[in-house]
């Protein structure tokens, strides 16, 4: 929480001033953005291009913890994980609308953090907050953000494009934003279990930077610009390899195969699944919340992706009704399971 | 809450077959809709006209009470409030995304209740529901929409543009949402003291429609359309009178007299107020949730809108720098206080 000398009371303020306060400073970055943050609603110029339009909620003690998450990082990564989805149909994300639910507990100071965050993430991606709404809440933190962004026709990636003997691509490499949540837990029940322990957080930068600080594959998009590279599938990786992997299956109406040895695992990560004595290859297969894309191209394009060094080709699509299949270093086959985030089960 | 016979756990289905059971049967209305539910993003094709985005989000608890609201109504309330502040630009919606945090106490029954609000609504009102997000939350029911629409550019009504002179004017009548709401709380108190005790709502048809199914003034925005009226200025009501008034001065750097005389309050809202013992002026001015237009017109247009029956013209803008005043039928005169919707107070 924020550590600031003054901690004003959210009421304080009222909905009005506080959301004068969050939103003064926005300087808009778009042409296109006719209208931002003050009105009734948003008003957008639309180029000739199509609009893509995603939304994404994240709730306190469901997708975030913030005995662990500093408010700033859950603003930058609450707009990351919204624009993740715009890169995932080879869009330009340009806008997003950002509404809060706050309870008593949380200061203005400490929304002004989470704010702090937010509009990091926009500078960084070129992203003009243009709207949202600010309301109490009786429990807790909920943020809802809604991202807009355009693309050509000729250019969207859909889940349904992939095409049998598709090469399967990744970018960057997986399974660290769940090595570092695992991390953190474990910190975090220490901590519960004695206060005087303090949290032994180094030399894990990499994966606590993965799951506290995602980015979002704007270079990818910009690259597949650069090489006209169109992918025939995209899909961010926000549930885990397998279940996105399933899905662009199911949606194409095509199988797949992927092989471990392919599959794009840092070194970091692979220490940290070691000391918790995980497999690796499960952080990757259904860790989740790593955000990079998974996509599919024809395999005419194989060399000139072998040459781009973010990413990876792990495998290819088969026909459908064939078994979706790993191959793993040793040699064995098995099947593909959807494992993600499973949001509701047990 | 849901009467049907089964009761699924959500946690029965998981993420996927939730969305899928509750999104199936959408049927596109818009050509302009490329992709709905079922990608990372939906994909607009865009008229030559502005884009218009808004978004709000009702939190349980703070803006709805499960005990008295049906999720059906409330589904539907949640387009609503939406689609009234893409009207608010003299705009016409044409999609929503909705996304929903859930805990464990609902079951997928309720949900499917919820949605046939959301569909009630899209029917209604020519709506695509075209994507969102469905996540389960540690503490009750949480709605995110946010609606997208458009509207020529020589048509837009912002809050900014009230002119001195400029007629200020209501649409349908105000304070009755209030009433209503105070009687699902007088209701639910007796309810709390003694079960056994029968909710009285005979004859109170009225207000409980105003407060559990608003509509959202489409009918007008047709109306000016049809007349070639373009506002100077428009907002709608969800605040209250009062405080959606001073945002229109502020904005548009003018102030404003009214007459009480002139507030259109329904026969049934007097009725409840005087039963409660409450002003019914209070409830038109600090109200709130009747989700009327308020606008403003140049005076010249004094003829055409009188013979509006849907209209009433409530007084008038004046310069900047003179008070905000209502005169009251007894003749005294009032300063316009912003006691909206204290979101954040007490």
Known sequence: MSKKDTITPVSDFGEFKLIKHLTENIKLKHNSTIKGVGDDAAVIEPSGKKMIITTDMLLEGIHFDLTYVPLKHLGYKAVIVNLSDVYAMNAIPKQITVSIGVSAKFSVEALKDLYDGIYMACDKYNIDLIGGDTCSSLTGLSISVTAIGEADTDKLAYRNGAKVNDLICVTGDLGGAYMGLQLLEREKMVFNSDPNMKPKF???????????????????????????????????????????????????????????????????????????????????????????????????????????????????????????????????TLPIMAQGWAAFGE
């Open 202 to 332: 180094d030399g894990y930068d990499y994966i606590l930077q993965r799951q506290l600080k995602p980015e979002a594959r704007k270079d990818i998009i910009e690259l597949f610009e650069k090489n006209k590279i169109v992918p025939t599938s995209m899909i961010d990786i926000s549930d885990g390899l397998s279940s996105e992997l399933l899905h662009i299956c199911n949606q194409s109406n095509v199988s797949c195969k992927i092989y471990e040895e392919k599959i794009p695992i840092n070194f970091a990560t692979q220490r940290m699944a070691n000391e918790l004595n995980v497999e690796p290859l499960v952080s990757a297969l259904n860790g989740g919340e790593d955000y990079e894309l998974l996509f599919t191209v024809p395999i005419e394009l194989h060399e000139k992706i072998t040459e781009l060094h973010q990413i990876s080709i792990i495998g290819h699509i088969s026909e459908k009704g064939e078994e979706n299949l790993i191959i793993t270093k040793g040699g064995t």
